[in-house]
């Protein structure tokens, strides 16, 4: 099974009750590894991430139904959306860059 595949898995069985488009997931995982995987300088995406991908999806999915709205004001709704996603991720983002700047690599 490939890493795509993976995280497919992972939304699914999370969203199990919930009305889910497969193709749209699909376009929100490729979105999100890539993004990943510019953020980790990488070409493919480490295991380590498919967690992370795979709750970053969610998050892209429930989006549509108001996940993220900072707040709501009397009368009328004002949302404030996460604009990016992955930022609640940092930490675990920086800390695997900073780890592969420590480590040696042979050709």
Known sequence: MNTQ????????????????????????IATVSDRLCVRLAVD?????????AADAVIKMHRRLYFEGVASEGDGTVSTSFVNDILSEYSDEINAYIEKQKGAVHFL
């Open 44 to 52: 493919t995406l480490p295991e380590k991430f498919i967690s992370i």
């Open 5 to 28: 595949e993976l995280i497919l898995d992972k939304v699914k069985n999370i969203l199990d009750d919930e009305e889910v488009i497969e193709n749209r997931l699909k376009e929100y």
